[in-house]
Every structure is written in C-alpha cells, then in structure tokens.
C-alpha cells in the first residue's frame, strides 16, 4: 500500500523526483511549490492558508532538498516530525534528529521514527535505512543488468564467476531461477497470507496456523480483542516477525516501529534480487501463538523438493540461541551434508524421528508438484502437522557447503524452468 503524500521542492527538483524510481513507492497527493499548493480535489492554495485536514489525510510532505526552513513552516501548522520525508537527488534519502526529555535520541528517514535506546535499536535503523537505499538504487536500474549485478555479487562472495548462459551448481541456478523465474505464481506462494488459501486447496486448512487478524496498517490493530499471546508478521518477506508472549506488557511503540519499517521494505529489490517478493501486497498479520511444550523453539521440518520429489529434510534446533542445522534423507537417515553458515549438531543419529515424517512428506509432495524446485515447511506441535511456508529461493542462494560435492550433486537434481522475462521492480 503506497503512502499518500505531498511534495515539495522547486519546478527543477520536483522533475528530478517524479523520474527518480523512488517516487513510485508513493501516492502523491499533492506538489507544493513556493507560492502554491495543488492539491487533488482542491483549488490551487496558498501554503499560508494549507487547511489542516489536509496534513491529517497525507503519511508525509517529501522535500525535494533539505530545506530546514519549509520543514519548520509545515510543523507549526501541525505536521509531525515523523511525516517529514528528505530526499535528495544524489544521496537519496536523508535522514534527521533530535532527542527527548530522557535523552533518547530519534531518527526521523523516509516517513518512519527510530528510538534509538541501544545497539540493538542503532543497529536495526542502520539495516532499515541500508535497505531502503539500496532499494532505491535497484528500482533506478534496468532490468538488463540484474544478471550483471548478481554476476559480481556471486564472485566477490564465492570467488567464482556466475555464467548465467552455462550454471552448474545448486547456488548458482537458484540465481539464475531469482531472474528467470519470477512467475506470479511464485509471488503468490510466497506470501505469507495468500498462501494460506493454496494449502487450504492443496491439503487442507487444518494443517493452517489459526489467524487472528490481517491489517495494511498497525495503526488498525486491536490488540485488546487478541488473546494474551500471539505472533505478529509482515506477509512480504523474512525475519519479519514478533513474537507477544505477554499483550499486557509487550512494547507496542517499539513494534510499530519494527513493522513500519518492515512495511516500507519491498524485499525484492534488494541486491540480492529476489523480484518475486516485490508484487506482494504488503500486509500485517496475527496468528496463533504456537509452543511446543517446554522447548524454547518451535522444531523446523524443512523439506527439499526438486520437481515434486523430496531429496531432503532440513531440520532446524536451538534457533534463538545457537542453530544447528542437520539434513535427513527420506527414510529419517542422517546425512553427510553442512551449511558453512549453520552447523551440525554432534550427534545427528541421536535426533528423534518426527512422529509425523510420513504425513509431513506427503504434504510437501502434494505441495511442491509443478515446481522446479521449492523447500516446503512443517512443525510439529504436540503431535500435530502445520505449516510454515514455501521457499523458492532460500537464502537468495547466497550460502555454501562445508561437505564436498553437496553444490554440484544438487545442482545436477534441479533441472532449470523455461526461461520467463525478467520483471521491472515496481
């Protein structure tokens, strides 16, 4: 959902910001000049008399440059310091600050508040403004050089040149299946609130995670009709997640914080390039919160699929502590294969077979039928199969192997899809 603002800046500022990529993000209600204010569905006016409502319906004022002075202008008619958006032709987006009573300083950028209280909250805002410029800077550039970009990122990570013509290992053809496979049907599966009605088809909505709510703005929510705990996410990409064990005490400011942020994402248009994220309409939604018994994490079954055949199952402990990641075959035997990002745990031979490994295998089968390839999740809580999600391209492919071979043997199972045009990011 685009924000709806105004803009404001000079007749040459303004061309520069409605050809830069950046203004497509936006809903634009209205430009404002010097002398004047046009307005749509209003009569041009003068910022003198700029009628309150008007700062109520918009999400923001973009300036065109940084203009201290207008900014001041528009605050003391009432515009929040939230709703001040900087942005600049050769840096992009720019941000501002200032400090409360209790010396917390806040971070105004592109529309959204940061309370920056420690290295945890600096940390986040850096990853937040990271993003949105380097969003920025992908929707500023053709298509045409998404190979390229994708070319030296792989390089510079592996120290192998990617030949897009000619790829050969598992990492490198999920790079080319990012471009070359970017199908609406991949959009929809990987949102995380369409997908729901896929698997309610497929195999049934008892295998759902129950949802409480779905929102476009946090704003919307009423926590006081959600149960004491439960579990919020955005539907458009990954770690986006915020998990309320107690609704009485946990800190709504700072989750607003996190899921604007979230919300003003497109994950697609990140370097790595992963565009069929980029088409989901971006959303909030509550589910259920899930426990296991005592143990501190949900238990990931996350299986591999190549055209409709389980090669593998991923299975994933200890995530909020130390995650060791360990992969099965089909019969629940254990294999020689390690992430160099996660690894095994000592004893593999040790880890129970799930009660539920058949179901679960089916499930997934019935699931990944007509895809190349995909990995389809399940937990298992308290003797009961659920789903997580589907994943086409873990990672972004930007992993390797510990085990020798592992890249190539699963390169050669994952025969690539007709080649479809790779999409303009929106």
């Known amino acids: 959902m685009r924000r709806k603002v105004l803009v404001h800046g000079t007749a040459n500022t303004l061309q520069k910001f409605f050809s830069d990529a950046a203004c497509r993000e936006f809903e634009i209600f209205g430009v404002v000049s010097d002398d004047k204010i046009s307005v749509r569905g209003l009569e041009v006016i003068s910022p003198q008399s700029l009628p309150q409502f008007v700062l109520k319906l918009v999400d923001g004022i973009i300036f065109t440059a940084e203009d201290k002075a207008a900014a001041k202008f528009f605050v003391k008619r009432g515009l929040v310091p939230r709703k001040i958006i900087l942005w600049d032709a050769a840096p992009g987006w720019k941000s501002f600050g200032a400090r409360t009573a209790d010396g917390t300083q806040v971070i105004y950028f592109c529309g959204l508040e940061f309370h920056i209280r420690n290295e945890a909250d600096a940390k986040f805002f850096n990853l937040i403004a990271w993003r949105l410029q380097n969003q920025r800077r992908i929707k500023n550039t053709s298509p045409k050089l998404y190979p390229t970009i994708l070319a030296q990122d792989f390089q510079k990570r592996t120290g192998r040149p990617l030949d897009f013509n000619n790829p050969r290992t598992f990492t490198e053809k999920l790079q080319w299946i990012k471009l070359f496979d970017a199908t609406p049907i991949k959009s929809r599966l990987a949102d995380k609130y369409l997908v729901r009605r896929w698997v309610t088809e497929k195999i049934g909505a008892q295998y759902l995670i129950p949802l409480l709510g779905v929102w476009d703005d946090f704003d919307a929510i009423d926590f006081d009709a959600l149960p004491e705990q439960f579990v919020l996410k955005c539907n458009h990409g990954c770690s986006m997640n915020i998990i309320v064990r107690d609704r009485k005490t946990f800190d709504r400011e700072r989750a607003r914080e996190k899921i604007n942020a979230w919300l003003a994402v497109d994950y697609g248009a990140q370097r790595i390039l992963e565009p069929h994220y980029s088409p989901i309409n971006r959303k909030i939604i509550a589910e259920k919160f899930m426990a296991n018994g005592d143990l501190p994490d949900l238990i990931d079954y996350k299986f591999v699929c190549f055209d409709g055949k389980i090669v593998y199952c991923q299975y994933l402990t200890d995530r909020s502590s130390n995650l060791k990641l360990n992969y099965f075959d089909e019969n629940w035997t254990p294999t020689t294969v390690e992430r160099s990002d996660h690894p095994r745990s000592d004893h593999p031979e040790n880890i129970p077979r799930p009660k539920n490994f058949e179901l679960m295998k089916k499930l997934a089968a019935v699931l990944a039928e007509g895809f190349s390839f995909v990995r389809v999740d399940f937990y298992e809580i308290d003797g009961e199969v ?29 025969k690539l899809p007709k080649l479809t045009p790779i999409p303009r990011l929106v």
């Open 386 to 414: 659920y789903f997580g999600e589907m994943t086409f391209t873990p990672g972004a492919g930007n992993f390797s192997y510990k085990s020798e071979g592992t890249d190539e043997y699963l390169g050669d199972l994952l």
